[in-house]
């Protein structure tokens, strides 16, 4: 199996420690690897964290609810109040404000607008994440939600994810990296592993938003300048 599971994970930060399960204990390294995969979360967009959810607005209702999970929101298309998704558009990114003074006026029509309101939304669709849109629909409107999801996190109950079977070398060094800062030392290894991870954090962001999202045809291929040798 390619990548790495979250118990060989657990094993090999022990042995790259050389500290046992009496100080690293299991509760103590689940909560190690949960903050090294929201770091890398966050450092890096990942494109299998990429979802779009479709259902229909509400009429004469200002806001829509963020899909569950969403950690942030990329666009958001509205399309007639059909199945089929006709004539669809992109709605414009607006700030609070902006529709508070648009929707002064009750103003009903297709939606052009959007902004955000509230947070992340955990495991439910729920309004203390939701979309705000102007003008207010006068029709159940289809829409859909192109939005980046929080991924299944590598714990006890779930043995690989994403992160563990495609970027196991870097979520090893962020966790080595932040059990060298729980531990309090050696400070030159906690800076080892942090320059280790940055250096592989680096490379998979070039592959996530960089190779993964070109195209030869449209982008062209990626080529690498050489200098000629001088004469």
Sequence with gaps: ????????????????????????????????????????????????????????????????????????????????????????????????????????????????YYAMKGGATGNTNTTSGAILLSPIPNATYVYKIHYNAMPATLESSNTTNFISLNFPNGLLYCCLAETYSYLKGPADMLQLYEQKYKEEAQKFALEQTGRRRRDDYTDGTIRTKIDSASP
Excluded: C
Excluded at 16 to 33: F, K, P
Excluded at 66 to 79: D, H, K, T, Y
């Design 1 to 112: 199996m390619a990548g790495i599971s979250y118990s060989d994970l657990v094993t090999q930060i022990r042995n790259y420690t050389e500290v046992d399960s009496n100080v690293l204990t299991t509760a103590i390294l689940e909560n190690i690897i949960l903050n090294a995969q929201y770091r890398i979360m966050r450092d890096i967009p990942i494109d299998a964290d990429r979802k779009i959810a479709q259902d229909n607005l509400v009429a004469n209702q200002e806001h829509a609810n963020v899909p569950a999970g969403a950690l942030f929101i990329r666009a958001v298309q509205v399309a007639d109040s059909t199945a089929a998704f006709n004539n669809p558009i992109f709605l414009e990114k607006r700030d609070v404000t902006f529709l508070d003074e648009f929707n002064g006026a009750r103003a009903t029509g297709r939606p052009k």
